[in-house]
């Protein structure tokens, strides 16, 4: 009986396991689609306005160019890592924290600091590399006012020369299934490849130097929280699906153990009959 006893407490953890997961998975899909229709909404507006702006860069001379495209030797390059607060979702932040790992191998001989939006990789990050910041409240309240005051950080930073180069690492969200590891480049602005001269045919005013400087910002800004929100859309994907996926496998496992615990239960009530009735044939003879 102490062997029946033991299943049925495993049962009973597994069924409980199994709502919370339930739960949570839940809970995400329903967040997953208010975070999916923001980064729905504004990716087109990004991309169109990050286009249009690197065609600009592309096409202004030397010293016109905005100072947020000066292309400098590279000797600091920050990372800025983007993951979640919170885990039970899969390899989303795992996935992270390689492709962070993997570029800080790939500047070999350069110096590569962190900077952290997400408490999950500040906490592993800090053990392997230096972090500069961590600014996983912003999960807090995600606004493009709170998302920008780390862009202008980001910013300054470039432009007084504490790094040459700025990159960002986060998971671009396609479906809830499906997140696409993304390694940008934040700072300096990459320009346009091609042909340039379609700038050409319009006509500015003010003069395109200005509209560039004023733009770029509002473009960099953009870009990061962009790069947020998808990571945000992403994160609630993953633990749906990892939710899913658990609630699945505790469904099954729990299954399992009802079938060992109605045989282990049939096979005492036979060997309580067997000893009955020996006992009878026993008091006859």
């Not at 860069?57 to 800025?80: H, I, M, P, T, Y």
């Not at 500040?122 to 780390?150: G, M």
Request: proline fraction near 2%; aromatic fraction near 6%.
């Amino acid at each position: 009986m102490a062997n029946l006893k033991e299943i049925r407490n495993r049962i009973a953890s597994v069924s409980s396991t199994m709502q919370i997961t339930s739960a949570m998975k839940m809970v995400s899909a329903a967040k997953l689609k208010k975070a999916q229709d923001a980064i729905t909404a504004m990716r087109p507006y990004s991309d169109k306005l990050t286009e249009l702006l690197q065609s600009l860069s592309a096409s202004l001379d030397g010293d016109a160019g905005s100072k947020f495209a000066d292309n400098r030797e590279v000797k600091k390059v920050l990372v800025v890592a983007i993951t979640s607060n919170r885990g039970l979702c899969g390899a989303f932040n795992s996935n992270i924290i390689k492709q962070c790992l993997t570029l800080q191998e790939s500047y070999a001989g350069k110096e590569v600091e962190f900077m952290a939006i997400g408490k999950k990789g500040n906490d592993i990050l800090r053990k392997r590399a230096k972090v500069i910041a961590n600014h996983s409240n912003v999960y807090d309240d995600l606004t493009f006012d709170n998302v920008a005051e780390i862009a202008e950080n980001l910013m300054a930073r470039f432009t007084e020369g504490d790094y040459d180069k700025i990159e960002l690492v986060y998971n671009k969200f396609k479906n809830a299934a499906t997140q696409i590891i993304m390694s940008e480049q934040f700072l300096p602005i990459v320009p346009m490849e091609g042909d340039t001269s379609t700038a050409a045919d319009y006509i500015y005013e003010p003069s395109k130097v200005e509209i560039v400087e004023q733009l770029i910002p509002k473009s960099l800004k953009t870009q990061l929280y962009k790069g947020i929100r998808d990571s945000f859309a992403s994160e609630h994907g993953a633990r749906m699906t990892a939710m899913h996926k658990a609630t699945d496998n505790a469904t099954e496992l729990r299954d399992q153990l009802k079938l060992t615990y109605n045989k282990a239960r049939q096979a005492a009530i036979t060997n309580e009959i067997l000893e009955i009735v020996g006992g009878a044939e026993a008091l006859n003879n």
